[in-house]
Every structure is written in C-alpha cells, then in structure tokens.
C-alpha cells in the first residue's frame, strides 16, 4: 500500500490523480491533499477519501477546518505549511500536480526527504531543473514524469543506455489554432484559446498548448528527465494525439508510446511504477483511428516555442526566466489584460533584458521573482501607452 500526498488535488490531474486512487483502493491511500484555494471541494475530497492532512497555498487560509463529515482537520498553509506535508512519515509518494513555478520548494523539499515525486508540474524543471536533478541523484529518489510525452518517452527508452538513443521527438496537437490565419492571432479570445482539440486541461496548460510554449517547456523537461543534449529533441506536430513520443535509437529503430489522450494512464504508470495493472481504462482501437499524420510546427505561428528552445540554448537562469514571464503573462492574458500575441512578446522581452547566472536556488528564486516583476512593468506601459489596452 502505498501512502500518497496529491499536491493540487483539486485541478485537472488533481482529480485524475483520484480517480485512479478510486480504481485501485488496494493500492494506494491518500494521506494528504493540498490545493491553492478551492477549499469546498478539498474538504469533499478529504471525506471521500479518508486523508488526514489538508494544505492551503493562501497564506490567509483557516488553521482548522471541518469536513462536510465532521471530521476537524489542521490545514498547512503556505508553501512552508506544503514543505511540511511532503516531510512527513506517513508520506511515501509525492504526486506534485500544482500549477506553475509555485511548486519548486515542495517538490525539493520531497526529494530530499527521500520521498518519490510523481512530477506533473513541468514548471519546476523548466525553472528549476539544475537543482531538481541534483538533488534527485544525490539523495537517490525517485523522480518519475506523470506528462504523457515524457511517461511515452520513459516507457519507450526502458532498458536502454543513454549512448543509444539517437534522437526523442515530442508530438503535440498544435492546440485550436494550427490553421487559423496569422493575421487573425491578435483578435483571439480567452474563450478561443481554451478550446483545445483533445485534452481537457487546466486554463494555464491550455494556454500554453494554443502558444506551443507547453512543448517548448516539454523540451526543456525532457533535457533535464533525460540527460539529452538539446539538438536530440525534437517537435512534431501530430493532431491526433495518439503517439505520444517517439524514441530514434542509433541503429535507426524507432520505439513510439501510444494510446487514447487520456493523462489517467500516464498518472497510473507513474503511480505503480514499474508495475502494470488492468484498471479497465479506455483502450486504443486503431482501426477508428482513420489517419496518424505528422509535420513539422511553423515557428512563425508559434514563437513561443522558438523561445523556448533559444532559452535552452542559453541555458542558466534563462529557461526559469521564460517560465515565470510565461506564467505571468498567461495569467494577464486570462484576465483580458494584454491580446494572445502579448505572451510571446513580453517573454521574449523579459529575456532579451536577463543576464543569464549559474543556476543555483539563490539565483533561480531572484530570477523567477525579477522576472515576474519585469512582466508586469511591461504590462503597465502598454495600458499606458497611446491607444491603451490594444
Ligand atoms: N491537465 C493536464 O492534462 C496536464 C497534462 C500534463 C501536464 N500537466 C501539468 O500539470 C500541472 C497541473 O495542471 P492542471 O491542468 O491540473 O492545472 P489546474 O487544473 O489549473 O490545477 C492545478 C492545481 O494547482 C492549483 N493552482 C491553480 N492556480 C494556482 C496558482 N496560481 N498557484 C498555485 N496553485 C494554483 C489549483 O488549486 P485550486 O483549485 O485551489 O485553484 C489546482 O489544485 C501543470 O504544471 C501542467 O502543465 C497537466
């Protein structure tokens, strides 16, 4: 049995997570779950499923609460009151499914308690990958992807050395605009931009997945999951969302993960690695599969993934530099505060003014933070500018 702790139970792989957990009672038990605000459906949860700990991100959250149930339960609040949770003894098994950068000092802090990171939030190796990596390989702890491009990419490297592997190409949908008319990307709206083809995802990884910026961050995950060298990752659009990485090794063999988009299976083989189980999933049917196509994305249309790839390239504090002024600027963008085409230009902007460092947690947190500040001065001066808002 193992003892799991869901940070970001309440979002979109939050509750995947548990439906999962649901499928399999004799397997798992969840002892904690942590959310950023929607307590009502944390309190629901924490009844369902007998956890004893509950975690708040809001700072002003109640110190106790209780349960539809009845049941009186401490709340941790903070990411110091989630740094707590992920220490405690009763915890095995970390499943980190927050939204965002956010989710950096928890996730290490699990690490270094030995505890095993199931890893949805790509941010926190994107932003934080150096230190990530170290402190996984120093403490010998598990760090398993829960994304379904890197599960597809792991299951099919398994058993491989790391000189083999030629090359790794990560699929994507190219999300609701791979045919819009360029000329048109300034006039998308917020409810546009969260109509994604495929997946039913949380509102920032939408967004992400109409600016391509979520493969680019995928990219630079995979660089740090994989010890992969930049120039051996590479992006395919495939709309079907059916393969979802392909893994070349030198001989020329191909090795692609396949199934129906549907993150619960990722999420389960990160959960039972290196197990598998029959949990009556939706299954593959190739024959209504009419057609896999593949092509190469147009970096025109999507910037943001040709930024994310130069933030590689660059390396250092620069990718958790993109990141946050990514976050940020989505977050602008949801609010109706800046057009679609804003985001790729406020991160290349905020890239532009960066002097990458070395990463370590010191400058990574003051990169973050310099960062997210820049966004919002360059928001400010667009709603000051002539023509405002625009
Ligand atoms: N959804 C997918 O299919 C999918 C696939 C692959 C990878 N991922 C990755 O998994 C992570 C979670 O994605 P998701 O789609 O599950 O997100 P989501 O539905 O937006 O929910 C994420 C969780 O994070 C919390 N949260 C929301 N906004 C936050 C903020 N500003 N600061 C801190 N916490 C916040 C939410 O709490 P409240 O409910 O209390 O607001 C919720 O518990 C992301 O890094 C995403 O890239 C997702």
Request: glycine share 6%; charged share 20%; aromatic share 6%.
């Amino acid at each position: 049995m193992k003892r799991l702790l869901i940070l970001g139970s309440t979002g979109s792989i939050g509750q995947q997570t548990l439906d999962v957990v649901r499928r399999l009672p004799e397997r798992f038990q969840v002892v904690g779950l942590a959310a950023h605000n929607n307590l009502a459906l944390l309190l629901e949860q924490a009844d369902a499923f007998g956890a004893t700990m509950l975690g708040l991100l809001r700072e002003d959250a109640p110190e106790l609460v209780v349960t539809p149930q009845g049941k009186r339960l401490p709340v941790y609040r903070g990411v110091k009151g989630l740094c707590e949770m992920v220490c405690k003894p009763e915890v095995d098994l970390v499943v980190v499914a927050l939204a965002g950068m956010i989710a950096l000092l928890p996730t290490l802090t699990a690490l270094e308690h030995g505890k095993t990171v199931a890893l949805s939030t790509k941010e926190v190796l994107v932003g934080g990958g150096a230190i990530v990596m170290e402190t996984a390989r120093r403490t010998g702890t598990p760090l398993i992807p829960i994304d379904s491009e890197h599960s597809g990419a792991w299951q099919a490297m398994r058993g491989a050395e790391p000189h083999q592997i030629a090359r790794l190409i990560l699929t994507a949908s190219g999300g609701p605009f791979l045919k819009r008319p360029l000329e048109t990307f300034d006039q998308i709206t917020v409810q546009e931009a969260l109509q994604h083809p495929n997946w039913n995802m949380g509102a920032k990884i939408t967004v992400d997945s109409a600016t391509m910026m979520n493969k680019g961050l995928e990219v630079i995950e995979a660089q740090w999951l994989f010890d992969l060298p930049l120039e051996k990752i590479e992006v395919l659009i495939h709309p079907q969302s059916i393969v979802h990485a392909l893994v070349e090794f030198v001989d020329g063999s191909v090795i692609a993960q396949l199934s129906v988009p549907d993150m619960r299976l990722p999420i389960q083989y990160a959960l039972l690695y290196p197990e598998r189980v029959d949990t009556e999933l939706p299954r593959l049917d190739l024959r209504k599969v009419s057609q896999l196509t593949f092509e190469a994305p147009e970096m025109e249309r999507f910037p943001c993934l040709r930024l994310a790839y130069e933030a590689a390239r660059i390396g250092g504090t620069m990718p958790t530099v993109l990141n946050a002024a990514n976050e940020v600027a989505v977050h602008l963008f949801l609010k109706e505060q800046i057009p679609f085409t804003a985001i790729a230009s406020f991160v290349e902007q905020t890239m532009q003014a960066h002097t990458p460092q070395q990463p370590t947690l010191e400058t990574i947190l003051e990169a973050d933070q310099w960062a997210r500040a820049y966004v919002l001065t360059l928001a400010e001066r667009r709603v000051a500018a002539p023509g405002g808002l625009a």
